[in-house]
């Protein structure tokens, strides 16, 4: 199967039409009886707004309500296509890029990719179980103090002090998915929670020598490298995968945000996740208008 092209993406979505009745079938699937008149009937299209009516009782459905699109005049194409270049892209697209793209304002194509990104906070649930081997670290997001002006350094902002920037813990199966989490803080009150509530009691779990992850032992099967004394492998214990994950995010924020405010942070980092875990689809366009149901 070839990757989903914009050739293809054309003749699927050619017309506004084309692209609520996708809305249409994706919010109500299989839509034989009326959810008002509890009749077997046909909906059709009503042109001059986004809804379909039942043909008895004349009941009318709007699938973009409760949806990213509610509320938007935004057309549906524009939506689309701006969710077309954000999964055809490799390392993420911009708000500038998109409003050059679409001629719209900055503040509508922000708008836009900040709703898109917050259809995929949903697909990393119950992703592990108990035979799953899990890695887990966590990477410090924000600028370089050597690269700030000197009126802008932190002091004392070395190792894990993380004055000028938000740590993020990362979960990554080996051979399967991730899931990251920005945290407050790297310490064990802020990490142990979100190990207990994603994965399963008994899985395995590799880190590093880290104290937060002290303690895991009593319910996983917990191994340890220890970077400290540069010791990266040690048999079948590494967070080698996890570590991969960190530079391919990275990368998309150095990249294509630059900057990334830390009330956004989540979402930026969601985007990430998502573009990972379906680094193999070959139409992972269609994967992301998925998760409008």
Known sequence: MKNYSIKQFRLDYPDENACLDKVFKLTYPNLEICPKCSQKTS??????????????????????????????????????YAMFLFTASKNGISACELQRQLEVTYKTAWRMLKHIRILLSYD???????????????????????????????????????????????????????????????????????????????????????????????????????HSKKCYVDGETSTNGIENFWSVLKRTFNGSYIHISKKYLQLYVDECVFRFNHKKDKDIFNSLLNCLC
């Open 43 to 80: 909906f059709r299209r009503i042109s001059t707004r986004r809804c379909y009516q039942c043909t008895k009782c004349y009941y009318q459905i709007y699938p973009c309500a409760s949806t990213i699109f509610d509320k938007s005049r935004t057309p549906l194409m524009y939506w689309f």
């Open 124 to 226: 990393t649930q119950d992703l592990f179980t108990t035979d799953s081997i899990i890695e887990c670290d966590e990477t410090f997001v924000g600028g370089k103090n050597k690269n700030r002006h000197r009126d802008k350094k932190v002091a004392q902002s070395q190792g894990r002090s993380f004055k000028d920037k938000v740590p993020v813990l990362g979960m990554l199966e080996r051979g399967g998915q991730v899931k990251a989490i920005v945290v407050p803080n790297t310490s064990s009150k802020s990490i142990k929670p979100h190990i207990y509530n994603n994965i399963p009691v008994g899985a395995t779990i590799m880190s590093d020598e880290w104290y937060a992850y002290r303690g895991l032992t009593r319910n996983y099967n917990h191994t340890i490298v220890d």
